[in-house]
């Protein structure tokens, strides 16, 4: 199969040969993979008992997929990557913004992804083979996974579809493996370890799990679903069905890894750390299908991730290829890797990473869907691309290529968020006026928001009428794919 040959520039139309269930395949299949899976493992760690952590993850998954999935509609639209589409209402260069957002969302997932794969994967090769856990085998496993992370997201889009499509069927099957081998331990107790309520009481801990285990994973997807989306054709499916298949690929695919990690935490009474009971609690038959989901799994969702930075890195440096954009953030993916295994505890690192990157990317998204609604999806396809060819200019040029009220408002936005969030070493001083509750992605979110919209409460969206040609929307594909 072919390298993939394009970059952030638009997709032409007889490329967009994917459907909706490609983006189902897409959605459930990279995400069935350790990375995931840990976030189930955080409200046993905070505390919670099983119904409390099930409804925290149930509860977070479904509001935040319902908020995040109408992003998708726009790469839908423009045949481009989210980022890029964002500049017609931010500016062409204001549209940084969320290729920045975008890359370090992308980047922290890689390296989760990696970490917590590697772990386990390391782990049963010692039970297996009496590997020594020093810091030599951990380094190899490292380096095993992101270099065939690398290979999958360089190659591109359709590698990485194949990949998912049998992800999806043979993941759920090592899953549901995992249901059997670890039932007789499970319990629905709080893990007496965990040391009660994190937060020191129910509700604050609880809507900390919801934030930081169910609604962390859609936010994630926030710059990552027009990867997917741009190679499906408006043309021959229909905004509602492309919706409809964002919505089951994402709540699927978050909620099945998430609840099988909530499930082994108390099978395997994994209060302080996830890798090490996970791997110690399995049985003997169950350590190569758990060694398969930790290395396979891993490959598949860092792979999509790593794909997605590169095009990240490659809308923030148009001069950049697409290929050596991939193996630049790898490079930076595999040295956060090692700095989080010697560096950091991994409640930590995971609860303040999500908790920081949905204040900051919320607001975002939400200006980002404030704008396609006032546009209605009609974009200037060719103006979108302007950064992109070095060039100035276009119905998207606001100032110097930047939309001040919409940069303002986020920036006001991820402020508060910032100023608002609860983390293990550090607690916003907004926390006194929500009563310790950290809420700092729904204050983010209505704050930009809010001032978004009384900023342009008088302005009108730029014209955007030659993207209502078809052809047009398409105009740019004559444009160099790969510079």
Same mark, same amino acid.
Do not use: K
């Given at each position: 199969?072919?390298?993939?040959?394009?970059?952030?520039?638009?997709?032409?139309?007889?490329?967009?040969?994917?459907?909706?269930?490609?983006?189902?395949?897409?959605?459930?299949?990279?995400?069935?993979?350790?990375?995931?899976?840990?976030?189930?493992?955080?409200?046993?760690?905070?505390?919670?008992?099983?119904?409390?952590?099930?409804?925290?993850?149930?509860?977070?998954?479904?509001?935040?997929?319902?908020?995040?999935?109408?992003?998708?509609?726009?790469?839908?639209?423009?045949?481009?990557?989210?980022?890029?589409?964002?500049?017609?209402?931010?500016? %062409?260069? $204001?549209?940084? =913004?969320?290729?920045?957002?975008?890359?370090? #969302? *992308? !980047? /922290?997932? &890689?390296? +989760?992804? @990696?970490?917590?794969?590697?772990?386990?994967?390391?782990?049963?090769?010692?039970?297996?083979?009496?590997?020594?856990?020093?810091?030599?085998?951990?380094?190899?496993?490292?380096?095993?996974?992101?270099?065939?992370?690398?290979?999958?997201? %360089?190659? $591109?889009?359709? =590698?990485?579809?194949?990949?998912?499509?049998? #992800? *999806? !069927? /043979?993941? &759920?099957? +090592?899953? @549901?493996?995992?249901?059997?081998?670890?039932?007789?331990?499970?319990?629905?107790?709080?893990?007496?370890?965990?040391?009660?309520?994190?937060?020191?009481?129910?509700?604050?801990?609880?809507?900390?799990?919801?934030?930081?285990?169910?609604?962390?994973?859609?936010?994630?997807?926030?710059?990552?679903?027009?990867?997917?989306?741009?190679?499906?054709?408006?043309?021959?499916?229909?905004?509602?069905?492309?919706?409809?298949?964002?919505?089951?690929?994402?709540?699927?695919?978050?909620?099945?890894?998430?609840?099988?990690?909530?499930?082994?935490?108390?099978?395997?009474?994994?209060?302080?750390?996830?890798?090490?009971?996970?791997?110690?609690?399995?049985?003997?038959?169950?350590?190569?299908?758990?060694?398969?989901?930790?290395?396979?799994?891993?490959?598949?969702?860092?792979?999509?991730?790593?794909?997605?930075?590169?095009?990240?890195?490659?809308?923030?440096?148009?001069?950049?290829?697409?290929?050596?954009?991939?193996?630049?953030?790898?490079?930076?993916?595999?040295?956060?890797?090692?700095?989080?295994?010697?560096?950091?505890?991994?409640?930590?690192?995971?609860?303040?990473?999500?908790?920081?990157?949905?204040?900051?990317?919320?607001?975002?998204?939400?200006?980002?869907?404030?704008?396609?609604?006032?546009?209605?999806?009609?974009?200037?396809?060719?103006?979108?691309?302007?950064?992109?060819?070095?060039?100035?200019?276009?119905?998207?040029?606001?100032?110097?290529?930047?939309?001040?009220?919409?940069?303002?408002?986020?920036?006001?936005?991820?402020?508060?968020?910032?100023?608002?969030?609860?983390?293990?070493?550090?607690?916003?001083?907004?926390?006194?006026?929500?009563?310790?509750?950290?809420?700092?992605?729904?204050?983010?979110?209505?704050?930009?928001?809010?001032?978004?919209?009384?900023?342009?409460?008088?302005?009108?969206?730029?014209?955007?009428?030659?993207?209502?040609?078809?052809?047009?929307?398409?105009?740019?594909?004559?444009?160099?794919?790969?510079?």
């Amino acid at each position: 199969m072919p390298t993939e040959q394009r970059g952030v520039d638009t997709i032409p139309e007889e490329e967009r040969t994917s459907g909706p269930r490609d983006l189902v395949s897409i959605l459930l299949g990279s995400n069935l993979c350790l990375g995931v899976i840990v976030f189930g493992w955080l409200p046993p760690s905070f505390g919670l008992d099983w119904w409390a952590s099930v409804s925290s993850v149930v509860v977070g998954t479904l509001v935040g997929t319902a908020l995040t999935a109408p992003l998708a509609l726009i790469s839908l639209r423009t045949a481009t990557n989210l980022s890029t589409p964002s500049g017609a209402h931010f500016g %062409v260069r $204001g549209r940084l =913004v969320g290729s920045v957002v975008g890359l370090l #969302l *992308a !980047l /922290g997932y &890689t390296t +989760l992804t @990696v970490w917590i794969g590697g772990d386990v994967t390391a782990s049963v090769l010692g039970r297996l083979t009496g590997l020594p856990a020093n810091d030599v085998s951990y380094g190899v496993v490292y380096g095993l996974l992101a270099a065939a992370t690398v290979v999958g997201a %360089v190659y $591109g889009y359709r =590698v990485l579809l194949a990949m998912s499509r049998v #992800l *999806a !069927l /043979g993941m &759920t099957a +090592l899953l @549901v493996l995992g249901l059997v081998a670890y039932a007789p331990t499970f319990t629905t107790s709080a893990l007496p370890e965990a040391g009660g309520y994190l937060l020191g009481g129910f509700w604050p801990t609880w809507l900390l799990a919801t934030v930081a285990a169910g609604l962390s994973g859609p936010i994630a997807f926030i710059t990552l679903l027009g990867d997917y989306t741009r190679y499906i054709s408006p043309a021959r499916h229909s905004c509602r069905r492309v919706l409809h298949a964002t919505w089951l690929g994402l709540g699927l695919g978050l909620l099945v890894p998430q609840l099988f990690g909530t499930f082994t935490a108390y099978a395997a009474r994994a209060a302080l750390d996830y890798a090490g009971p996970l791997v110690d609690a399995a049985p003997v038959w169950y350590l190569v299908p758990l060694m398969l989901t930790a290395s396979a799994g891993s490959v598949g969702n860092a792979g999509l991730m790593l794909y997605s930075m590169g095009l990240d890195l490659d809308a923030i440096l148009p001069r950049a290829s697409r290929a050596t954009a991939t193996c630049t953030v790898a490079v930076i993916a595999t040295a956060c890797v090692f700095a989080g295994h010697y560096a950091s505890t991994a409640q930590d690192a995971m609860t303040s990473f999500v908790l920081l990157l949905t204040a900051i990317g919320t607001p975002w998204a939400v200006i980002t869907l404030i704008g396609f609604a006032r546009c209605r999806g009609v974009y200037d396809a060719d103006a979108l691309q302007v950064f992109n060819r070095r060039s100035r200019g276009g119905v998207y040029w606001y100032t110097a290529g930047w939309n001040l009220p919409a940069t303002v408002s986020w920036a006001l936005g991820a402020v508060v968020g910032l100023l608002s969030v609860s983390l293990p070493q550090y607690e916003g001083p907004l926390l006194s006026l929500t009563g310790g509750v950290d809420c700092s992605f729904l204050l983010s979110g209505l704050v930009g928001g809010a001032v978004h919209l009384g900023l342009t409460a008088l302005g009108t969206p730029p014209a955007a009428a030659p993207a209502a040609d078809p052809a047009r929307t398409t105009a740019s594909a004559a444009e160099p794919a790969e510079r």
